[in-house]
């Protein structure tokens, strides 16, 4: 199982190390959390495809194909709000998104307005694509079968997401330079991964 979801991980998205199996049951400890986590997940994917089509949108194609996506995920964020309330339980209050953060660092500064434009669109890629894999852990390895089944319908949206931002890159950028960089940036990714399990954060 552990060794399934690890190659799938990697065959399908590339990433480098699979979700702390603990994962799993600490999410079923605290659906709130887990739950809030989410919503803000999904709302902080609404608000940077906004900014990426205010900042690129001398990109034709950012602009046409990612405003559909701040529609998709804003209903992902009220689908999520609606599940909390469903339950009697309430959208918290946002927490320092550690995982994020540590990306966001890891994008380039300085240099081109292409190189930064590459590494914007990777790094959704990326946060896209480990969404993917812990929905999918999720919809595995919940008690709850709705909440399986919840999380399945998150698991196949993300994964087109993931496929999308890679290949908006590719349409207006080399393909190599494309490849080069994604590959830094899973090496990179599976880093951040290993330090927050380490110190037992919870992460989406
Ligand atoms: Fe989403
Ligand atoms: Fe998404």
């Not at 887990?34 to 205010?54: M, N």
């Not at 690129?56 to 999520?80: C, M, N, Q």
């Not at 590459?118 to 990326?126: E, I, N, V």
């Not at 290949?167 to 494309?178: F, G, R, S």
């Amino acid at each position: 199982m552990e060794e399934q979801l690890s190659q799938d991980a990697k065959n399908i998205l590339g990433l480098q190390l699979p979700t702390d199996p603990r994962w799993v049951s600490l999410a079923e400890m605290s659906l709130e959390d887990i739950l809030t986590d989410h919503a803000y997940c999904e709302q902080k994917a609404a608000t940077t495809c906004i900014t990426l089509v205010q900042r690129y949108s001398d990109y034709p194609k950012v602009v046409t194909e990612l405003a559909p996506i701040v529609t998709e995920e804003w209903g992902h964020f009220r689908l999520v709000l609606a599940e909390l309330h469903k339950r009697g339980l309430k959208l918290g209050l946002q927490r320092k998104d550690e995982y994020v953060n540590k990306l966001i660092s890891f994008q380039q500064r300085g240099g081109s307005r292409e190189g930064r434009f590459l590494d914007a669109l990777l790094t959704m890629a990326l946060i896209e694509a480990r969404s993917c894999e812990r929905f999918k852990r999720l919809s595995e390895g919940l008690e709850d079968e709705y909440l399986r089944k919840f999380y399945r319908r998150f698991m196949e949206s993300e994964a087109g997401h993931y496929t999308l931002f890679i290949e908006l890159a590719e349409t207006y950028l080399d393909k190599d330079l494309v490849r080069k960089r994604w590959n830094e940036w899973l090496v990179y990714e599976a880093e951040v991964i290993k330090s927050l399990e380490v110190r037992g954060d919870r992460i989406h």
